[in-house]
Structure formats: structure tokens, C-alpha cells
């Protein structure tokens, strides 16, 4: 259970800082609405992470030991060469692992847990619908 939970910070961690980055980068047509629906997905998952550590340290003692983890995440996306558009696409593959690790810890964990665990998933989907939304839009109009 622990390693899950530990696999859920530095997703939740990695995807925090991607969205932080995909607010300030977001430009062209969209740009307020992707810098301003960016700024709230950060600070969503900031909660996230701050109460699954919390979770964490109340079960081990310790802090959780997510640098390396996150590190190797964000590194796995080139954001100076690869174009918005398809950090969008990122953003959505991203969300999806997200989601994955939350799977894998709710079949782990305690009442206590699930319950933390079942917010964040809630999160995560309404976020999933959001980029979907966002970059169907997209698709459509290039197809046009
Ligand atoms: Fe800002």
C-alpha cells in the first residue's frame, strides 16, 4: 500500500508542476481560458498532494520520497521543443496515468484512504473532461 500511495504523491507532484508549466505556457485564442483553467488545476492538486503526504507520514513517520520521482517524470516531456498542441495531448496522457495509480492505490487502500483517494479520482476525471472538451474543440476546427 505504501508504495502505491508513494507512486500517487509523485504522480500528483509531477502533474502539479505540469500544469504549472502548461499555465505558463499557454497562448494563441485560448490563452485565458487555458492560463486560468491551468492555474486551477495546479492549485487542485496541491491539495491533493499536501493531504495523500500527510496520509503518508501519519502511516510511516517519514516523509514521502518523491524528488527523484518527479524529476524523471517532468524530464520524460521536452517543453521547449514540443508545441502547445501537443502538450495538450500530454496533458491528457498524463491525467490518464494519473488516474491509474489512483486505481491501483484504492484497491489497496483502508477506509480512511479510499475515501482521499475517491476525491482526487473525482478530480482527475472532471479534469479529463475538461482537456477533452478542450482539444476535441481543436480537432475539429483543424478538420474544418
Ligand atoms: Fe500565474
Redesign the pocket.
Known sequence: MIESLEQCIIMARSLQQHYHNM??LAKGVSFSGD?KMF?KFYEQLDGHYDRLSEYYVSETDSIPNVAKGVAEYLDSVDYSSVGYSKLLEVSKRVEEEFMAVLVSLDEEAGIGLKNLVGEAAEASDVRSYKLKRRTTYKTKKKDE
Do not use: E, L, M
Open positions: 499555465h505558463h492560463h492555474g
